[in-house]
């Protein structure tokens, strides 16, 4: 399936707004229609439907990609790795959790462009762990404009991201520090994107960095957590907030079964049952 998809991408279609109309040019399934191949797909690995909704979800892959065109990447490749995510996630994607394929594959397409932004970006690479990725794609959203925060803006932007002042101004630095070069021009130490101006091939390198090794580490528990968002999604409400309050609660012990129950007005046996059927379609759904 994948090398089909591949096929798709590369066809000689001559630029990339002709690929663009291509795209969309292919209806959105029907909720109906999009259960059928899906099912076919997962049950009897059909190839064709795999096609089909591969194809009716390649704007959606555009639409997604658009979001990180200020990076100074090429359109076309962002794309393609987010091509690849959609392809994951439908390989994946169980119709018995009952949710949407764009809702469940968004996850991937993402995952993908972010790991081409963050090996492509730089020379220097400015994310290595988890947290630091999140740190990187949020602060890019959170700038109001060029050059450094002032102290407020720090945080402001320490507060929404839920991290500490120091993180901030060290990811700032990272990202605003230019690769340094022999032969450095006005031109140069002006340009918005440090990797389309550079004219020299002598940089520093950090014999320290480890930065492949990192990526794979970080990678299981970025599927891991993709997984269990994924399989939240098919939860009610009510019992979303079971699950998150009972066992993802990260800012204080686990609640009791008591405590839920006053909340929302009924018995904590009637919690534990809620609770006990959550868990089961987590599994189901994170299994799948």
Do not use: C
């Not at 979001?67 to 995510?85: K, V």
Request: proline share 2%; aromatic share 8%; glycine share 2%.
């Amino acid at each position: 399936m994948k090398n089909q998809v591949r096929t798709i991408s590369f066809l000689n279609i001559g630029s990339l707004d002709a690929y663009i109309r291509m795209a969309n040019s292919f209806s959105i399934l029907s909720p109906e229609k999009e259960k059928l191949l899906a099912e076919k797909l997962f049950f009897y690995r059909d190839i064709e439907s795999a096609k089909l909704l591969i194809l009716s979800n390649l704007r959606f892959v555009i639409h997604v990609a658009k979001n990180y065109s200020g990076y100074g990447l090429p359109q076309a490749d962002l794309i393609q790795e987010g091509n690849i995510g959609l392809m994951k996630a439908i390989r994946r994607f169980n119709p018995n959790i009952n949710v949407r394929l764009v809702s469940f594959a968004v996850h991937w397409i993402k995952s993908e462009i972010h790991e081409y932004v963050l090996k492509n970006w730089r020379i220097v690479k400015v994310a290595t762990t988890k947290a630091q990725r999140k740190l990187f794609f949020n602060l890019r959203k959170s700038k109001k404009r060029l050059g450094w925060f002032n102290l407020h803006e720090i945080d402001i932007v320490a507060r929404e991201l839920g991290v500490s002042r120091q993180e901030v101004k060290e990811m700032e630095a990272r990202m605003s520090a230019q690769d340094i070069t022999l032969d450095v021009t006005p031109s140069d130490s002006q340009s918005d994107y440090p990797m389309s101006n550079m004219r020299s091939s002598l940089h520093l390198e950090d014999k320290k960095s480890n930065f492949a090794t990192k990526v794979e580490q970080d990678n299981w528990a970025l599927h891991a957590v993709n997984k269990l968002s994924n399989a939240l999604l098919v939860l009610d409400e009510r019992s979303q907030q079971i699950i998150k309050r009972r066992w993802l609660n990260k800012n204080s012990s686990k609640i009791t079964l008591q405590t839920i129950a006053q909340d929302y007005g009924i018995s904590a046996e009637r919690v534990r049952q809620l609770e006990k059927n959550a868990m089961k379609k987590l599994k189901i759904a994170i299994e799948a």
